[in-house]
């Protein structure tokens, strides 16, 4: 056998027991990172410098600033932007007369993770002021995308919809520390167990995600009351469906 390659194993082997033996801490897992695309139709500083989309579990391109020259299928999701009433009509009907509108419809078609950004949909502002019949045959366009499966997310909400369901790995310490009187409350602490089936858990946290219906379940709930306002994620209120667990 190669005398490298001999060394090379015994090493790995001496590593590998070490680490078991909590000698040297274990390497972090690596998490690959989600891509997205931004379809906008123009440029400022707040839609294509990305970093408000951006993170380190998600990275994040601008499809304007490519000439639109991208392919749907190297991403994991795409954000739909200036979403005008004709743009909703044309995505709706199947009319897409320029780049920026056939990557929208590819990317539904496809059945790609679509998110719109909810203030950026024009029908939306006039809510409150157009007549009612105008208002509902152009919204029906709108109606047609959610139905297809578009997510309608706040623009606050859009970088923690990007990656939802996703975890940063946590830290491995350098070398056990001696545990100490004083705990630490951490920031979710652990739903107490349902005394009964009509028990109802009240959060209180904001963003409600995959892994907040999954810690009910797991304590037996079938019924969350949610805070005022809430953000529920897109595999939040699938997984709610599947487990049976009503969001109040």
Not at 66 to 90: A, G, H, I, P, W
Not at 180 to 195: G, H, L, R, S
Not at 229 to 244: M, N, Q, R, S, W
Request: hydrophobic share 45%; with cysteine; proline share 5%.
């Amino acid at each position: 056998m190669d005398m490298d390659l001999l060394i090379e194993l015994a090493v790995r082997a001496v590593k590998a027991y070490l680490e078991k033996e909590g000698v040297v801490p274990a390497a972090a897992p690596v998490v690959e990172p989600r891509k997205a695309l931004v379809l906008t139709e123009e440029h400022c500083g707040e839609n294509c410098s990305v970093e408000s989309y951006g993170s380190e579990l998600c990275k994040v391109d601008c499809a304007l600033a490519q000439n639109y020259e991208v392919n749907v299928d190297d991403y994991d999701v795409v954000v739909l932007r200036d979403m005008t009433n004709s743009n909703l009509f044309k995505i709706a009907n199947g009319c897409t007369d320029n780049k920026f509108l056939a990557l929208a419809a590819e990317a539904i078609l496809k059945g790609k993770r679509v998110v719109m950004v909810k203030e950026c949909v024009e029908i939306l502002k006039y809510a409150e002021t157009a007549p009612k019949a105008l208002y509902n045959n152009i919204y029906k366009n709108l109606q047609i995308l959610l139905d297809s499966g578009v997510e309608l997310v706040e623009s606050e909400n859009v970088k923690t919809a990007l990656t939802d369901g996703m975890e940063v790995p946590a830290p491995v310490a350098e070398e056990p520390k001696a545990p100490t009187e004083k705990v630490e409350k951490e920031a979710d602490a652990p739903a107490p167990k349902a005394e009964s089936a009509d028990s109802v858990l009240v959060l209180k946290k904001r963003v409600v995600t995959e892994r907040d219906i999954k810690a009910a379940a797991a304590q037996h709930y079938t019924k969350i009351q949610l805070p005022e306002k809430p953000v529920i994620t897109y595999l939040a209120k699938d997984t709610a469906f599947e487990l049976g667990i009503e969001l109040l």
